[in-house]
C-alpha cells in the first residue's frame, strides 16, 4: 500500500518488522532472562526481583501446573489479581507450561466472573485471597479444578511478607472470608514446583497466548484470541518504535495499570522486558498519596497510563516536587488524552505526553506518536509497523482525504477472533478481513489519524453529530475543573441535548460558569443543555470514564 506520507515518521522511515524473529512470547522471556540475568527484572512492596530470580520462580510454577496439576497444552488458566510479584510471574508461568492464560479482573462482580470462567473453560485460577469470596461464589458454576490461593505479601522477604498479610487481614480487614476446599497456596506451589523438572513445550505463532476479556461495560464480555504471533508482533512493533528513545538493560517504567489490561501487558511488561527494563508495579494506583510517594523515591525514565490517571496525578499534593530528570517516555492510551492534562504535565515534568492508541483486538497498540513529539497535538499518531488503517464509512466505501470515517485495520496484531463466538466475530471484520474498530476518527495529510468519538456514543442534536470527547475536552480547559463525562439525553425539541457531568476542583464554580466558558468555544447545537455536580464519575479498573453508567444516573 502507498505511503507517500513516510516523512513523518520518526527518521523518515516506517520499517515492517519481522513476526519470525520469535516463534513464542515465551522464546522473547528466554532471551531476556538470559541476557539480563543479573539484572532488576520486577519490583513490588520494595522487593526486587532479578530476571534470574524472575525466571527461576516461572520455572517453578510452569513445572508444577504440569506435573501436578497435569494441566496439558491449551488448557486455560486464569489469574486473578493486582500488580504484584506474584502476577508476572504466574504469567510466564502459564505461558512456560505451553498453557493459555486468561487475565482476569480481580474487581469483577460474580456475575462478571462466572460468565468469564465459564466461557473460557479455564481449569485452574490463580487468586489472590482478597477476592477469593468471590470466586467461592460461583465456583460450583465453572470447569475450575484447582485453585490456586496466593497472598498480597508471598513473594516479599521475611518479615515483611508476614507484616504484609497481616495488616492487609486483620488491620485493614481487606480479606472476607472465604471456603474453598482443597485450595492451593502460592507458597506451596512455588516450593514444590521448584524440585520439579519442566518439560519444554513446543509453541508456534499460531498457538493461542491470552484470552483477554472486553465489552464487559457495553455488553456480555467477549474473549479475544490473542495467538503468540499476535504478540509478538505487537511487541516487536512497539518496539521498532522506541528503539531510539530507550538505552538496553538501563530503563525503569512504572506500571501503574493492572498487568490483566491488554495495554500494560504488552507495552509495559512484553516491550520493556526484552528491553531489559526494571518493572515498577503499582498494586493500587488510586491511592495517589501513596502513589506518589513512592514515585519521588524512583528515578524512572517511563511511564504508561490513561488521561484519568495523568489528571489525578497532577491534581495531587507533591506530584510537582519529583524529579523528573530522567523521565523521557510517557505514553498515554486506553482513553483519549485531554489537551489541558498534557500541557500540565509537560509543564510539570518537562516530558511530552505522547497518545497512543489500540484495542484489546489488535495486542493492543495501532497507531502511536513519535516519541520525539514537542507538544500535544490531539492525534493519536501514526500507524506501527507493519499496520494499515483505513476509513470507511457509513455505507462501507473507504474514505478519502480528511474525511470522517470508522477506523478499521490490518496488520499481524490483529486478533483470530472472539472465543467461541463466530457472529460476533462476524460482525466486527469487514468481507476483506479488515477489523472495524467502532471509533470515528480523521486522517490528516501527514498520515495522522484522529479519534472523533465512539460510534456508540455520538450525540445527534438536531441533525448534527456532536462528539462527547470534545465537549469533554473543552470543559476541562477550565480552570475549576478536575474531569467530566458527556452523554445525550433525549429532548423533545432537537431529539438529543447535550449533558455536562462535572467534577469541580473549586465548590464555588457554578453552572453558568460553565456555559459562558463553553459559549467561548463551542457552537450553539454543542453547548451542554444541563449540567450535573458530582463528586466522582463512574469508571472502570483502569479510569475509563464509563458514560453508560452516567446514563443510568
Request: charged residues 20%; hydrophobic residues 40%.
Amino acid at each position: 500500500m502507498d505511503r507517500p506520507w513516510l516523512k513523518s515518521y520518526p527518521n523518515g522511515v516506517k520499517a515492517d518488522i519481522d513476526t519470525d524473529k520469535y516463534s513464542s512470547v515465551v522464546e522473547i522471556f528466554e532471551q531476556s532472562v538470559a541476557e539480563f540475568a543479573d539484572k532488576p527484572a520486577f519490583s513490588n512492596f520494595g522487593k526486587t526481583l532479578s530476571y534470574s530470580e524472575f525466571a527461576q520462580a516461572t520455572t517453578a510454577v510452569a513445572a508444577y501446573l504440569q506435573n501436578t496439576l497435569g494441566l496439558e497444552k491449551g488448557d486455560r488458566v486464569a489469574i486473578m489479581m493486582p500488580n504484584l510479584l506474584q502476577n508476572p510471574v504466574s504469567i510466564f508461568g502459564v505461558l512456560r507450561a505451553g498453557l493459555v492464560v486468561v487475565n482476569t479482573n480481580p474487581l469483577y462482580t460474580p456475575r462478571e466472573l462466572r460468565h468469564q470462567l465459564k466461557d473460557s473453560g479455564a481449569k485452574a485460577i490463580i487468586v489472590v485471597e482478597n477476592f477469593a469470596n468471590t470466586l467461592q461464589e460461583v465456583l460450583g458454576d465453572t470447569d475450575i479444578e484447582h485453585v490456586i490461593v496466593t497472598k498480597m505479601g508471598d513473594m516479599l522477604d521475611f518479615p515483611k511478607s508476614m507484616v504484609i498479610n497481616l495488616v492487609v487481614k486483620y488491620l485493614k480487614k481487606m480479606v472476607p472470608d472465604f471456603s474453598i476446599p482443597n485450595a492451593i497456596s502460592f507458597k506451596t506451589l512455588l516450593s514444590e514446583g521448584s524440585s520439579l523438572s519442566l518439560t519444554n513445550t513446543h509453541l508456534t505463532h499460531d498457538d493461542v497466548a491470552f484470552l483477554q476479556y472486553t465489552g464487559g461495560t457495553t455488553g456480555v464480555a467477549k474473549g479475544a484470541v490473542l495467538t503468540h504471533k499476535n504478540m509478538v508482533a505487537n511487541m516487536l512493533q512497539a518496539s521498532e518504535w522506541i528503539k531510539n528513545d530507550i538505552i538496553i538493560g538501563q530503563e525503569i517504567i512504572v506500571t501503574a495499570l493492572p498487568l490483566y489490561h491488554i495495554f500494560s501487558l504488552t507495552a509495559n511488561c512484553l516491550v520493556f522486558m526484552e528491553a531489559g527494563a526494571k518493572n515498577i508495579l503499582i498494586t493500587n494506583p488510586r491511592d495517589f498519596k501513596g502513589f506518589v510517594k513512592e514515585l519521588s523515591g524512583i528515578p524512572f525514565t517511563a511511564i504508561t497510563g490513561v488521561n484519568t490517571l495523568f489528571n489525578a496525578l497532577i491534581n495531587t499534593h507533591g506530584f510537582k516536587n519529583i524529579d523528573f530528570s530522567n523521565l523521557k517516555v510517557t505514553l498515554g492510551g486506553g482513553m483519549p488524552v485531554q489537551h489541558a492534562v498534557a500541557e500540565q504535565w509537560k509543564e510539570i515534568t518537562g516530558c511530552t505526553l505522547v497518545e497512543a492508541y489500540g484495542l484489546t483486538e489488535t495486542s493492543p497498540a495501532v497507531c502511536i506518536n513519535p516519541l520525539n513529539t514537542k507538544e500535544h497535538n490531539g492525534s493519536i499518531g501514526l500507524p506501527i509497523s507493519s499496520t494499515y488503517c483505513q476509513l470507511i464509512d457509513i455505507e462501507g466505501h473507504v474514505a478519502t482525504d480528511v474525511h470522517s470515517g470508522e477506523i478499521c485495520i490490518k496488520g499481524p496484531q490483529v486478533m483470530q477472533g472472539y472465543w467461541n463466538m463466530p457472529e460476533e466475530t462476524a460482525k466486527i471484520f469487514t468481507e476483506d478481513g479488515w477489523l472495524k474498530t467502532g471509533d470515528i476518527g480523521i486522517m490528516d495529510e501527514h498520515g495522522f489519524f484522529y479519534i472523533v468519538d465512539r460510534i456508540k456514543d455520538m450525540i445527534l442534536v438536531s441533525g448534527f453529530n456532536v462528539y462527547p470527547n470534545e465537549i469533554e475536552a473543552i470543559i476541562s480547559e477550565h480552570e475549576d475543573v478536575l474531569e467530566c463525562g458527556v452523554i445525550g439525553i433525549p429532548d423533545e425539541k432537537c431529539g438529543e441535548a447535550v449533558k455536562a457531568f462535572v467534577v469541580r476542583k473549586d465548590d464555588s464554580l457554578t453552572e453558568k460558569d460553565i456555559i459562558n466558558f463553553c459559549k467561548e468555544n463551542l457552537t450553539g447545537y454543542k453547548m451542554p443543555h444541563k449540567i450535573v455536580f458530582i463528586k466522582e464519575l463512574p469508571k472502570t479498573n483502569v479510569g475509563k470514564v464509563l458514560r453508560r453508567a452516567l446514563k443510568a444516573l
